[in-house]
């Protein structure tokens, strides 16, 4: 089993950043891969970016590649989302998650975070 915890959001104006963290426990965690995801309201569940469970990999969805970057320290078992020149589009909820096993990249995550709120508006 792995707990996630993710933290971090809140309001923030047009062009702003944010940085989000996905605190996890439980056996495993450190070798985990972890992705971080996104739902707006009436919107399907979004891929944003995904981490390797030693961070030797990473891959991001083309639409935050530029402006999203995700790393990983597992000595305090955390996963970081920084966004960069957020828009309103960015507004959503944002869920950490986490897949326990060697594949790269997972096909699924089986571990799934409460989610933090993200608001970019002016």
């Known amino acids: 089993q792995i707990q996630l915890v993710e933290s971090g959001g809140g309001l923030v104006r047009p062009g702003g950043s944010l940085r989000l963290s996905c605190a996890a426990s439980?056996?495993?965690?450190?070798?985990?891969?972890t992705a971080w995801f996104r739902q707006a309201p009436g919107k399907e569940r979004e891929f944003l970016a995904a981490?390797?469970?030693?961070?030797?990999?990473?891959n991001y969805a083309d639409s935050v590649k530029d402006r999203f970057t995700i790393w990983r320290d597992n000595a305090k078992s955390t996963v970081y989302l920084q966004m960069n020149n957020l828009n309103p589009e960015d507004s959503a909820v944002y869920y950490c998650?986490?897949?326990?096993?060697?594949?790269?990249?997972?096909?699924?995550?089986?571990?799934w975070g409460q989610g933090t709120q993200v608001t970019v508006s002016s």
């Open positions: 981490t390797s469970w030693l961070g030797a990999h990473t």
């Open positions: 439980g056996r495993a965690v450190s070798t985990s891969n």
């Open positions: 998650a986490a897949h326990l096993g060697p594949n790269w990249p997972p096909s699924q995550y089986e571990y």
